[in-house]
């Protein structure tokens, strides 16, 4: 009597000479993404994968990250930061309710603590979008060239793209220099992420240049706390900036503006 498993044998070597297709392994699809475009991610520009982000049903997680200014510490007085207004834009006024917002920004950092804890600060997270404002610290440190930082930054956007994620860089807010002399050089690094965000075609939000072009406000005191922090209403400009250049600004939300109010009470 012929045996069963003698049997699947022959059946199994038989159907593979037949050319029995086996399953193929599908590209990994990275958060935000479509299957259909994942291999296509360098051609489809970041601003509209953004626009997909936002239209989509499908929850994200949107990162932010840098020094001090992104962490939102001591100087806003208890006021939302930037992030914390972004949240409000994303998850209240745009109700993408189950998006995630996360902030690991740290005081006094600069881009080698981000480079080297880029694990833990970035990828742990598995996020969508990386938003990184950085520099205000890297232009006071010796070791940190305008070559090195450029090199660092570089570097950052395509660890974020390795991730699969879409990179967004900010040039900081200017500072009172006269006050801070230890930055003095903080006006050469500027050039640096705009050179870095054109040439690796990376959404730019120049802060720098907005606060620089403002007219009719004294811009040092009432959108600074001190001379290189923002208070609460500078974190809510560099916020508006962010929607503008992600084109979510609608100036009659209250996140971007517009009236707040409330009910009868």
């Known amino acids: 009597m012929q045996k069963e498993s003698d049997f699947s044998r022959r059946k199994f070597i038989k159907m593979a ?7 193929t392994v ?22 509209e994968r953004i626009k997909g982000l936002f239209a989509q049903k499908e929850p994200s997680v949107w990162l932010f ?22 949240a409000e834009r994303l998850r209240w006024e745009l109700k993408k309710v189950r998006d995630l917002v996360v902030n690991t ?9 981000i480079l080297s804890d880029f694990d ?7 996020p969508a979008v990386v938003s ?51 930055r003095k050089t903080l006006p050469d690094y500027i050039p640096v992420i705009r050179t870095v965000a ?14 620089q072009t403002t007219t009719g406000v004294d811009v040092n005191r009432e959108w600074l706390n001190d001379p290189l922090h923002p208070g609460a209403r500078g974190h809510q400009e560099i916020a508006r900036q962010l929607f503008k250049a992600v084109a979510i600004f609608d100036p009659k939300e209250p996140t971007c503006g517009g009236p707040y109010y409330e009910g009868e009470h």
């Open 17 to 23: 000479g037949l050319g029995v297709v086996l399953p």
């Open 26 to 47: 599908s590209m990994p699809v990275f958060p935000g993404m479509a299957s259909s475009d994942a291999k296509n991610r360098a051609t489809v520009p970041d601003l």
């Open 65 to 86: 990250t840098g020094d001090s200014i992104t962490h939102g510490a001591k100087h806003t007085h208890g006021f939302r930061s930037y992030p914390e207004i972004f």
């Open 105 to 113: 920004g740290i005081s006094g950092n600069a881009t080698s603590n």
């Open 120 to 126: 833990w600060r970035v990828a742990q997270f598995k």
């Open 132 to 182: 990184l404002m950085i520099g205000t610290n890297d232009c006071a440190r010796k070791e940190i060239t305008t070559a090195v930082f450029e090199q660092n930054l570089i570097s950052l956007v395509e660890k974020i793209r390795a991730l699969g994620a879409i990179p967004i860089l900010h040039t900081p807010n200017p500072i009172i220099i006269q006050k801070a002399p230890e």
């Open 198 to 211: 054109e040439t690796k075609q990376v959404i730019l939000v120049d802060n720098y240049h907005h606060w």
